[in-house]
């Protein structure tokens, strides 16, 4: 089946710095890509969605200033925390898409 | 917009039983697709079995079906001869026209030995 990366799988950064998180599909080009937030027992909440090449579309509440999207290639999209603080502590899962939708195995980011 | 609901936040099954896990939806959509996902302890996501609402015939993977009730808006899983690897937490999953996921509240299934 489709493979999806996610790097790193779990960073602690300091309150007001920013953090990248990177999402690859490794054997498919992802016409789609998705970015999740899931606090823990909880459901997955979408944050925004991105094509390749356009600007990303964000869920209503999410700040696009504060979490930057960048899908530069089929392949490839970030997510940047920017000064992150202790609230933006979660997990975050990336998707990919073609003609089916693939995870990767998420990101567990520590804001302290 | 559509929502999912799951109104069983936890639920267990002896090893080796059926256990049968519940979703609504709703949508005013005539053509889309349902899932169940499955999100282990690793909390990688898992298709778990896919169904088409313009097929009447219930979709089966192995030990995994589904009851889809179209007009009811129901969708529930049938976990057949539970194996303690089937412990994780289920999501329900409707996608149509607007081309994203939505995702129930999740259902917490513990196999017991």
């Known amino acids: 089946g489709a493979v999806v990366s996610q790097h790193p799988s779990w960073v602690i950064c300091k309150s007001g710095t920013s953090v990248k998180i990177e999402c690859r599909s490794l054997?498919?080009?992802?016409?789609?890509m998705f970015w999740y937030r899931q606090f823990p027992k909880q459901s997955l909440m979408l944050m925004a969605t991105?094509?390749?090449?356009?600007?990303?579309?964000?869920e209503q509440g999410v700040e696009k200033d504060k979490f930057l999207i960048n899908h530069a290639s089929l392949t490839l999209s970030t997510l940047t925390v920017t000064s992150a603080h202790p609230e933006d502590s979660s997990f975050y899962i990336c998707g990919a898409r073609d003609d089916e939708q693939y995870f990767g195995p998420g990101t567990r980011l520590t804001v302290t | 917009a559509q929502t999912v609901t799951q109104s069983q936040p936890e639920m267990s099954v002896q090893e080796a039983e059926t256990v049968t896990l519940s979703c609504t939806y709703d949508?005013?959509?005539?053509?889309?697709?349902l899932f169940w996902y499955k999100q282990p302890p690793s909390r990688q996501m898992i298709l778990v079995i896919r169904?088409?609402?313009?097929?009447?015939q219930n979709a089966t993977e192995n030990r995994f079906s589904v009851n889809f009730q179209k007009a009811a808006k129901s969708f529930s899983l049938k976990i057949s001869d539970s194996q303690l690897g089937d412990t994780a937490m289920y999501f329900c999953?409707?996608?149509?026209?607007?081309?994203?996921?939505?995702f129930g509240s999740g259902t917490q299934l513990t196999v017991l030995p």
């Open positions: 949508t005013s959509e005539n053509n889309y697709y």
């Open positions: 169904q088409e609402a313009y097929k009447q």
């Open positions: 991105s094509n390749e090449g356009s600007k990303a579309t964000y």
């Open positions: 999953a409707f996608y149509g026209s607007a081309r994203q996921l939505t």
């Open positions: 054997d498919f080009q992802a016409t789609t």
